[in-house]
């Protein structure tokens, strides 16, 4: 495999030290770029939403299409591990999800390809706003994803908590649906010494709160988990003499199945629709953030399961979704494919903590495995 290592790295922490949070990539998209047209210059470049971009290397002959996607956007987190070389340089923002890492990864697969594959296409996907769950979505909707139409897409995330370089993956459903939505109450101020001449949204998001857990009750069980997390709310203003007239609760939903977080948010909903009845309030709903679950196809299940063994990479299969959301399941809801863990060490920071830091010495499994991939896709392809 023909990939400059130290190159590499030296790329991992210039992304590392110049994060840019989702729907502002634009530096991130252009040096990645840049980069490409420098050591491993596709045969062409698509522009798609935002700061997106795919780098295609077309093989002789033609054949079928595989897709591998990374992620350009960083976290509104401040790093606190100032003993890095590599530093965030924007104060509260930092790669702390490892998409540094993922970019690299996929740069390392473009060294691979510049002398192309032996047939078929590879299509490198550089997305945005993957934190948002808009990413994938806003991408596969662009009129230029029409030039683009996988057989195949792979995409991988790097896992703490597992052994450095193993391969994690799972039958069916990986990555969970997340819903993340908005409750707001509006009733009428009032002087809070005659509370009873307004209309206040208090004891209503009491009541929804605490509505919360009685609804994950209901959905939440041992072969299928679900959550109802209360994350935040606001309410009035810092003035004794006021009773609130507004109000809002937001929340977050997850299960496996899309239709048990529809089903959750619509009793939540239905609730806080009733409370506004009681207490004289104006009630409205908006879904903020929405993450389809990535659900591994049989073939891509399979695939991934061959790319460890040819790459002798210990393969960890797990028996319960991962509970956070992933928007590649946008990709996997509509194409053949699947996403796999890469272990970053079982003693390192946990994703999206402020001291997290991709490992170096797992870029070269990644990009093993994405090779390997390719290879498989591709194999028996010519048209």
Not at 113 to 125: I, M
Not at 141 to 154: C, G, L, R, S, V
Not at 342 to 357: F, K, S, V
Request: hydrophobic share 40%; with cysteine.
């Amino acid at each position: 495999m023909n990939v400059n290592l130290d190159q590499l790295i030296s790329l991992r922490h210039w992304l590392h030290a110049h994060p840019e949070i989702s729907r502002q990539e634009v530096e991130t998209a252009k040096h990645m770029r840049g980069f490409l047209t420098e050591h491993a210059t596709p045969d062409d470049i698509i522009p798609l939403d935002g700061a997106g971009f795919a780098a295609i290397y077309n093989g002789n002959p033609p054949g079928k299409t595989v897709l591998l996607r990374c992620e350009l956007d960083a976290l509104p987190i401040h790093e606190i591990n100032t003993d890095l070389p590599h530093l965030s340089l924007t104060d509260g923002v930092g790669h702390k999800c490892g998409h540094d890492g993922h970019m690299t990864i996929l740069a390392g697969v473009a060294q691979a390809l510049k002398q192309r594959p032996d047939q078929g296409r590879v299509v490198l996907l550089f997305q945005p706003d993957e934190e948002t769950g808009t990413g994938a979505r806003n991408c596969v909707a662009h009129e230029n994803f029409k030039q683009i139409t996988p057989d195949y897409a792979f995409a991988l995330h790097n896992l703490p908590g597992f052994p450095a370089g193993a391969i994690i993956c799972k039958h069916d459903t990986f990555a969970s649906q997340v819903r993340y939505g908005a409750i707001r109450f509006n009733g009428k101020e009032a002087h809070s010494a005659q509370p009873e001449t307004g209309a206040s949204p208090s004891f209503a998001m009491a009541e929804l709160t605490l509505k919360a857990r009685e609804i994950q009750a209901i959905y939440d069980r041992p072969d299928a988990y679900a959550l109802v997390v209360p994350v935040y709310n606001q309410m009035g203003v810092q003035a004794s003499g006021i009773c609130p007239a507004r109000g809002e609760v937001q929340f977050t939903l997850r299960s496996p199945h899309a239709d048990i977080v529809i089903k959750m948010w619509d009793e939540l909903f239905q609730f806080a629709d009733t409370l506004a009845d009681r207490y004289n309030l104006e009630v409205s709903q908006e879904i903020l953030e929405e993450f389809t679950a990535t659900v591994n196809h049989p073939d891509g299940f399979d695939m991934i399961r061959q790319a460890a063994a040819s790459t002798n990479n210990a393969l960890h299969t797990i028996d319960q979704p991962f509970r956070w959301g992933e928007d590649f399941g946008e990709i996997t809801s509509r194409y053949k494919g699947a996403m796999f863990g890469l272990g970053a060490g079982e003693n390192r920071p946990d994703l999206h903590n402020p001291d997290y830091d991709f490992p170096d010495e797992i870029l070269t499994n990644g990009i093993e495995m994405m090779v390997a991939l390719i290879k498989l896709s591709l194999k028996g392809s010519a048209a």
